[in-house]
């Protein structure tokens, strides 16, 4: 008798890890056949695909399209040239071999981005086109009106990721909705961003939703190496994608000692050093840039590796929270996210 139960309890240990499997499939919920399954996303330029936990890939260096020095002149002259600038800045990143475009409803540029597609010449199912949404547009039925407008303001049919931007509002409704886009094929995966600068709205989007973020967006670059969200992200299966990953090109960091030996050993620059270290943190960067040789610069990274040894010392350059340059309290925001003019 014992023994048969000793063989019955050895034969459950050993289904065990089937049914965690199970239990994890179940919880994840493919993209609907709508509009988003023509996307053929490939590795151009050497450019490495992460996949993400619904087996979608996203290209691992992107562009980021925000323009923080024109997104000042709210004039009508001002919103011209901000989408002018990131139409050029688009079209030669495109032409660079970037399969990857960031931008949002927020930065006042989605028309600029949108027409460049266009302009580039490359198909749009080969491109991974992020965008996000304010928290003004938060809300179920406000966020599907929202994302058909933000498609509008692209021209496209689909967007391989939407992010909620900031953790203020009604981001439960907005959520909802986002999972409603997501079934109905409008888009790809999807992210939340800022949303480790406040646990309990990470937590109610993770541990409560029907459909787990594929992505979180966050501040990330060698002065911030964000170690304890990473982990936490890890946990979830969520991949990092890095905003300001090169430190808001503050000259602290792009003058560094230990970053500008490494770069001279490898006869590579400083931002190209931690770019690569990036790559090999297994995060996802989106520098920005509306200088084209610039952009091609931080695209040829690919053709070198950093050492052990050299990872090891730029991981010793973490300042750890004190490193950020970006940590509002949105608890304490109030109405600042209520509005978003067009």
């Given at each position: 008798?014992?023994?048969?139960?000793?063989?019955?309890?050895?034969?459950?240990?050993?289904?065990?890890?089937l049914?965690?499997?199970?239990?994890?499939?179940?919880?994840?919920?493919?993209?609907?056949?709508?509009?988003?399954?023509?996307?053929?996303?490939?590795?151009?330029?050497?450019?490495?695909?992460?996949?993400?936990?619904?087996?979608?890939?996203?290209?691992?260096?992107?562009?980021?399209?925000?323009?923080?020095?024109?997104?000042?002149?709210?004039?009508?002259?001002?919103?011209?040239?901000?989408?002018?600038?990131?139409?050029?800045?688009?079209?030669?990143?495109?032409?660079?071999?970037?399969?990857?475009?960031?931008?949002?409803?927020?930065?006042?540029?989605?028309?600029?981005?949108?027409?460049?597609?266009?302009?580039?010449?490359?198909?749009r199912?080969?491109?991974?086109?992020?965008?996000?949404?304010?928290?003004?547009?938060?809300?179920?039925?406000?966020?599907?009106?929202?994302?058909?407008?933000?498609?509008?303001?692209?021209?496209?049919?689909?967007?391989?990721?939407?992010?909620?931007?900031?953790?203020?509002?009604?981001?439960?409704?907005?959520?909802?909705?986002?999972?409603?886009?997501?079934?109905?094929g409008?888009?790809?995966?999807?992210?939340?961003?800022?949303?480790?600068?406040?646990?309990?709205?990470?937590?109610?989007?993770?541990?409560?939703?029907e459909?787990?973020?594929?992505?979180?967006?966050?501040?990330?670059?060698?002065?911030?190496?964000?170690?304890?969200?990473?982990?936490?992200?890890?946990?979830?299966?969520?991949?990092?994608?890095?905003?300001?990953?090169?430190?808001?090109?503050?000259?602290?960091?792009?003058?560094?000692e230990?970053?500008?030996?490494?770069?001279?050993?490898?006869?590579?620059?400083?931002v190209?050093?931690?770019?690569?270290?990036?790559?090999?943190?297994?995060?996802?960067?989106?520098?920005?840039?509306?200088?084209?040789?610039?952009?091609?610069?931080?695209?040829?990274?690919?053709?070198?590796?950093?050492?052990?040894d050299?990872?090891?010392?730029?991981?010793?350059?973490?300042?750890?929270?004190?490193?950020r340059?970006?940590?509002?309290?949105?608890?304490?925001?109030?109405g600042?996210?209520?509005?978003?003019?067009?």
């Amino acid at each position: 008798m014992m023994k048969t139960r000793l063989t019955a309890f050895l034969a459950i240990l050993m289904l065990f890890p089937l049914l965690l499997s199970l239990a994890s499939a179940e919880s994840v919920v493919a993209a609907g056949e709508g509009p988003a399954s023509v996307s053929s996303i490939s590795s151009v330029e050497n450019v490495p695909l992460i996949t993400l936990n619904n087996g979608v890939q996203v290209p691992q260096l992107g562009l980021g399209t925000q323009i923080q020095s024109l997104e000042r002149d709210s004039s009508e002259a001002g919103r011209a040239l901000l989408n002018n600038t990131s139409h050029d800045a688009v079209v030669a990143a495109l032409q660079a071999g970037y399969r990857h475009l960031d931008t949002a409803h927020g930065y006042f540029n989605e028309p600029g981005v949108g027409q460049a597609i266009i302009d580039s010449g490359v198909p749009r199912e080969e491109i991974w086109v992020t965008s996000k949404l304010w928290p003004s547009e938060f809300g179920e039925g406000t966020t599907l009106a929202a994302i058909d407008a933000m498609l509008e303001r692209l021209q496209l049919d689909y967007l391989d990721c939407i992010y909620l931007h900031h953790p203020a509002g009604d981001y439960v409704g907005a959520w909802k909705d986002l999972e409603k886009a997501y079934r109905q094929g409008k888009v790809r995966a999807l992210g939340i961003s800022n949303f480790d600068n406040w646990p309990e709205a990470f937590s109610t989007i993770v541990d409560e939703m029907e459909i787990r973020p594929q992505i979180l967006q966050i501040e990330c670059h060698p002065f911030a190496q964000r170690l304890e969200t990473r982990e936490l992200a890890a946990k979830y299966g969520i991949q990092v994608e890095c905003w300001y990953p090169l430190g808001h090109a503050d000259d602290r960091l792009l003058n560094n000692e230990v970053l500008s030996a490494i770069a001279q050993a490898h006869g590579k620059s400083v931002v190209q050093i931690i770019l690569r270290w990036h790559m090999q943190e297994g995060l996802v960067a989106v520098p920005g840039s509306t200088n084209p040789s610039h952009i091609q610069e931080n695209i040829a990274i690919f053709d070198f590796e950093l050492s052990d040894d050299e990872m090891t010392q730029i991981r010793s350059m973490n300042r750890g929270e004190e490193g950020r340059y970006f940590n509002l309290d949105y608890q304490r925001m109030g109405g600042f996210f209520t509005t978003l003019n067009e």
